[in-house]
């Protein structure tokens, strides 16, 4: 083969070994992992018995069970004849712990942010959450739920306290096992979830020679994140305004209604008050006309009687006027009798044609018997 053609067949498999790993970065950490040599590391089941060493080859056949015995130690469970070799401890094994262990919650993200998933995630756990990224392990698998609106997809994120399993972890590397991957049993136990649990970082590193491509990424991520925290923003927003109506309107109609009510409160108080006052201030017609009848010798008469609220004119005939002035004042339910007009004198009758008026004693209202006397 000629120089130019090994030069060439050089920078292509260069070109295409870069572009493979950034598609690689590209792809959930489950579907990294079945093409890997993870598919192919001894299992350390964390399980309320102790702990069990899985063979991966004989798992499907097992149903991930019996491959070995229980141990209550990890250095009994690593000493028996099920034991890891060197080889495999060196190399690294998956600790696969229950699912108890996890706190899942249900997440949507926009479709075109594929690739950033666990960015995102990460993210909106802190912001959700009271997990901080570096406080626990994290992984997430696509739902099987249909998605709320078009251009999302969503998503179950699994989140692990680091103290769960740092006491494990620990004990392994002090027995000379690497810990090369973390992952959990499915909510049966029969089955090892979809997903993997970084041990570093947000994501896998990405190849340093990818400068554009991760420059259009770092573009992508920022435009979804954009768009999610604009979504995020305005539905809280809408929520809160339309709590915010709700309860205006319950105020207004509340405040409406205690208004009627004053406005109906005060209206009786004033008819009680009038009706008290008018009672306590005006004298019953029935009480003059008895009383005039009283005090009228039988040579006076009454041609016209006006009761008002607060006093009385009287219009007839009498033989002396001034005596029946005299008359009307010694009553306890007159005062000021006084003539408003000129005295004249009735020929044909005979007497003296009077127009007087009184002024009445306030009291209280004499209640008449049913005999029309009074009480």
């Not at 020679?209 to 768009?227: D, H, M, Y």
């Not at 607060?310 to 306890?332: K, M, Q, Y």
Request: overall charge neutral.
């Amino acid at each position: 083969m000629t120089p130019l053609a090994d030069t060439l067949l050089g920078r292509t498999s260069v070109f295409f070994g870069w572009w493979g790993d950034e598609l690689a970065g590209m792809l959930p950490s489950w579907l990294r992992d079945s093409g890997s040599g993870a598919a192919k590391m001894p299992v350390i089941s964390v399980e309320p018995d102790g702990y069990r060493l899985l063979d991966p080859k004989a798992s499907a056949q097992t149903g991930w069970r019996g491959a070995s015995p229980p141990s209550s130690t990890l250095s009994d469970l690593l000493a028996g004849n099920h034991g890891l070799s060197t080889k495999q401890a060196t190399a690294g094994v998956t600790l696969r712990f229950p699912y108890a262990y996890c706190f899942v919650r249900s997440v949507e993200l926009p479709t075109a942010a594929t690739a950033d998933f666990a960015r995102l995630l990460n993210l909106d756990m802190e912001r959700a959450t009271p997990f901080k990224h570096d406080e626990v392990y994290s992984a997430f698998a696509v739902d099987t739920r249909p998605p709320s609106q078009k251009g999302k997809t969503p998503l179950r994120q699994f989140i692990v306290k680091r103290a769960l399993l740092s006491g494990v972890i620990g004990d392994l590397e002090q027995l000379g096992v690497t810990v090369a991957r973390i992952d959990c049993w499915d909510e049966a136990g029969h089955a090892p979830l979809a997903a993997a649990f970084r041990l570093t970082g947000d994501a896998p590193p990405r190849k340093s020679g990818g400068f554009a491509v991760g420059l259009a990424a770092t573009a992508v991520l920022a435009a979804a994140l954009s768009i999610y925290a604009g979504y995020s923003i305005i539905s809280r927003l809408e929520a809160d305004l339309a709590t915010l109506d709700a309860k205006a309107q319950a105020l207004r109609s509340t405040t409406a209604q205690k208004r009627a009510a004053e406005v109906s409160v005060r209206a009786a108080e004033a008819t009680l008050a009038a009706w008290d006052i008018l009672e306590k201030t005006t004298v019953p017609k029935l009480a003059v006309i008895d009383e005039l009848t009283r005090l009228l010798p039988d040579t006076a008469w009454v041609t016209d009687l006006r009761v008002g609220t607060d006093g009385a004119d009287i219009n007839g005939f009498a033989a002396s006027t001034v005596a029946l002035l005299r008359a009307l004042e010694t009553s306890p339910l007159f005062v000021d009798a006084t003539s408003t007009s000129a005295v004249t004198f009735d020929t044909k009758e005979n007497k003296e044609r009077f127009n007087i008026h009184v002024r009445l004693r306030l009291q209280p209202t004499v209640k008449q018997n049913g005999d029309g006397g009074s009480q």
